[in-house]
């Protein structure tokens, strides 16, 4: 564990600043942060105020987070992703590399988020998907690579989304087809 002492947030049994090269920068993270047992910060993090993860959350390197932000218990950021402010993930949501989450976002538990179209099939250039601000995701859904999910639309459980979701506009089922946002689901997630 490095640097912890300079954080008001981190608990015995988290890490903060995992080196993962020779030539690595301590993570940077705002004021009054709730760091939980089990979370692992990689280096070149760059973290905003308010902070919080459940328990055994994992943000690898070159994340950028931005203010009161919710990383749930088990959550994967994988390395080189963008996250804004005001976004809660539940428990096990895994977000991949290269993945731009806005402002005012939600993810469900167990949400997967992808960026690999040929796991392990052909060499491509890996694409994470990007979830615009007010962007509501179910439990259990699927978004695929290089996918975007437009602003205010909303994913519901379970559904698979392989194609981009226009704004105001709500994803359902397997493969996701896209119908209006219900009146009751318009304006945006609260503060």
Request: aromatic letters at 4%; charged letters at 20%; proline letters at 7%.
């Amino acid at each position: 564990m490095r640097d912890t002492e300079l954080l008001s947030g981190p608990t015995e049994g988290s890490s903060v600043g995992y080196e993962y090269d020779d030539d690595t920068r301590s993570p940077v993270i705002g004021a009054d942060p709730t760091i939980r047992t089990g979370t692992i910060i990689y280096d070149d993090v760059l973290i905003g105020d308010r902070f919080t993860t459940g328990h055994y959350a994992l943000i690898r390197e070159r994340t950028r987070i931005g203010d009161d932000v919710l990383v749930g218990t088990n959550a994967t950021i994988d390395g080189t992703s963008t996250v804004g402010s005001n976004v809660s993930m539940q428990t096990s949501v895994y977000v991949p590399a290269g993945t731009t989450i806005g402002d005012h976002v939600f993810l469900g538990p167990n949400a997967v988020l992808t960026n690999d179209p040929y796991p392990l099939r052909r060499e491509v250039e890996l694409e994470g998907p990007t979830l615009e601000d007010h962007v509501s995701v179910g439990a259990n859904a699927t978004i695929l690579p290089g996918v975007t999910v437009g602003r205010g639309s909303f994913v519901a459980a379970g559904a698979v989304v392989s194609a981009d979701v226009p704004e105001e506009t709500l994803a359902v089922g397997v493969p996701a087809r896209h119908e209006p946002l219900p009146a009751s689901l318009r304006g945006g997630n609260a503060a």
